[in-house]
């Protein structure tokens, strides 16, 4: 595998919402997406395995997001990773790395997508995953305002995320 390429891809349908706070599943001219709400901040939580061929580097998070009907201003994003790794992690509570975060921009036209990378530096950051290990990805839109600006009050709409080695 080489630094660029893509690992995983998670589509609003492997959303496994935490119990409360959660992006709300939806549809957008037949396109699933997650939503999330421009007042209060929501998260969404994706389960994966890291595939054998990963080399080790660090992680991009790509999360390619619109907006309900905002077609300016900005919106703060966030991603942690929790290994799951055999034999140590206790699954009964959560144990996720730092967050992590980025802006997203809404485009002129409300249909159209914007990026919001975020990147893991491996080891910490990326909670020590490694190959071969199963982890959950968690996506958090600050839209509150309390970590990074988040001046859109209209939902965001999740329509997959794309994690890469870097």
């Not at 080489?2 to 001219?29: H, W």
């Not at 990963?54 to 942690?80: E, I, N």
């Not at 958090?140 to 009050?153: E, I, K, L, P, Q």
């Amino acid at each position: 595998m080489a630094s660029g390429d893509t690992l995983i891809v998670f589509t609003p349908y492997n959303n496994e919402p935490p119990a409360s706070i959660y992006a709300t599943l939806d549809l957008r001219n037949y396109h699933p997406v997650l939503d999330f709400d421009g007042a209060a901040d929501e998260e969404a939580v994706f389960t994966g395995i890291m595939p054998r061929n990963y080399g080790g580097g660090g992680l991009t998070s790509l999360l390619h997001v619109m907006f309900t009907s905002a077609t300016a201003g900005t919106s703060y994003w966030q991603a942690a990773i929790e290994r799951m790794d055999d034999g140590t992690l206790d699954l009964d509570a959560d144990s996720f790395a730092a967050f992590g975060g980025a802006n997203a921009y809404p485009n002129a036209a409300t249909g159209i997508m914007s990026i919001a990378t975020i990147a893991f530096a491996s080891g910490t950051a990326m909670d020590s995953l490694a190959a071969g290990e199963m982890f959950r990805l968690k996506i958090r839109r600050d839209a509150d305002g309390s970590v990074g600006t988040d001046d859109v009050t209209t939902d965001a709409e999740l329509v997959g995320v794309e994690i890469k080695e870097t």
